[in-house]
C-alpha cells in the first residue's frame, strides 16, 4: 500500500478564496483524522471519521472549516473563506478501529499558504 | 482544561549518550501512551506504544516508561546517532474513542 496520500502538497492562495485539501486513507482502514500543525498550537485534531461518519468535529476552528468523507477512499478539508491565519501543515492520518490501540498513519500533509 | 506538556522545546546531546524526553498530562487517564517521529517536511511516523498496566516497553534502542501515578512518560533513547536528530511527539486518547491527542514536540539534536 502507498500509504495515506494527501494532495496537494503545497498550496498557496490569496484571502477569501476556497480551499480544498484531499486525502485518500489506506485500503483497509476505517478511521480517518485530520489535524493541523503550527509551530505555535502544534499537531491539532480537527475531526475524526468512523465508517466515513463524522464522529468529533469539535477541533473544526470555525464554520470556515469543513471536512466530508463520501467514501472509504476518499476525504475532503474545506476552508471558505481562508484567511491567513489558516497557514499551517494540515495532515491526514488513518488507522483500524477496532484492533485495541491501534498506531496512526499519517500522510505527508499539506502545506497551506493564505497570502 | 487537558493538557500534554514535553518538557522542552530543543534538547541537543552528544552522540553516543542517551537522549530522554518527558511527557507529562494533566486530567486525563489514558489507557495507553503513543510516541512517534517526525522529520521536517513530513507526517509523524509511530514508533512505540505503551499500555497503563505497562511499566516499561523496549525497542531496539528505545525505552518508554509509563507512570499513571505521575502522570508521566519518558521515553529514551540509548547510544543516539546523528539519524535520531527528529521532533519527537507524544501522543494519548483520552476517551478511548480512537482520538489521538498529540504533545507539542521534542526537537532533538545528536552531535557528532
Known amino acids: 500500500d502507498a500509504g495515506v496520500i494527501q494532495s496537494p502538497r503545497h498550496e498557496v492562495t490569496e484571502m477569501g478564496q476556497e480551499v480544498t485539501l484531499r486525502c485518500k486513507p489506506i485500503?483497509?482502514?476505517?478511521?480517518l483524522f485530520w489535524y493541523r500543525q503550527t509551530m505555535m498550537r502544534g499537531l491539532e485534531l480537527l475531526i475524526y471519521?468512523?465508517?466515513?461518519?463524522?464522529?468529533?468535529d469539535s477541533g473544526m476552528p470555525e464554520d470556515r472549516f469543513s471536512a466530508k468523507m463520501p467514501n472509504a477512499s476518499f476525504s475532503t478539508l474545506k476552508i471558505q473563506p481562508s484567511e491567513p491565519r489558516d497557514s499551517a501543515v494540515y495532515f491526514c492520518?488513518?488507522?483500524?478501529?477496532?484492533?485495541?490501540?491501534?498506531?496512526?498513519?499519517f500522510g505527508q500533509g499539506t502545506r497551506l499558504t493564505v497570502v | 482544561s487537558q493538557k500534554i506538556e514535553q518538557n522542552s522545546e530543543a534538547l541537543n546531546i552528544q552522540e553516543g549518550k542517551t537522549a530522554t524526553l518527558t511527557c507529562n498530562y494533566t486530567?486525563?487517564?489514558?489507557?495507553?501512551l503513543q510516541w512517534y517521529r517526525q522529520d521536517p517536511g513530513r507526517g509523524p511516523v509511530f514508533l512505540l506504544l505503551?499500555?497503563?498496566?505497562?511499566k516499561e516497553k523496549r525497542k531496539e534502542r528505545l525505552k518508554v516508561t509509563f507512570d499513571t501515578t505521575l502522570k508521566q512518560s519518558l521515553f529514551h533513547i540509548t547510544a543516539s546517532q546523528p539519524a535520531d536528530s527528529a521532533t519527537y511527539l507524544c501522543?494519548?486518547?483520552?476517551?478511548?474513542?480512537?482520538?489521538?491527542?498529540f504533545g507539542t514536540g521534542t526537537r532533538l539534536t545528536v552531535i557528532p
Open positions: 492520518a488513518s488507522n483500524e478501529q477496532g484492533l485495541p490501540n491501534t498506531e496512526a498513519f
Open positions: 485500503s483497509g482502514h476505517n478511521s
Open positions: 471519521f468512523n465508517n466515513n461518519v463524522p464522529i468529533d
Open positions: 486530567n486525563y487517564s489514558p489507557a495507553y
Open positions: 505503551i499500555r497503563e498496566n505497562e
Open positions: 501522543a494519548l486518547d483520552p476517551t478511548g474513542a480512537n482520538n489521538l491527542f
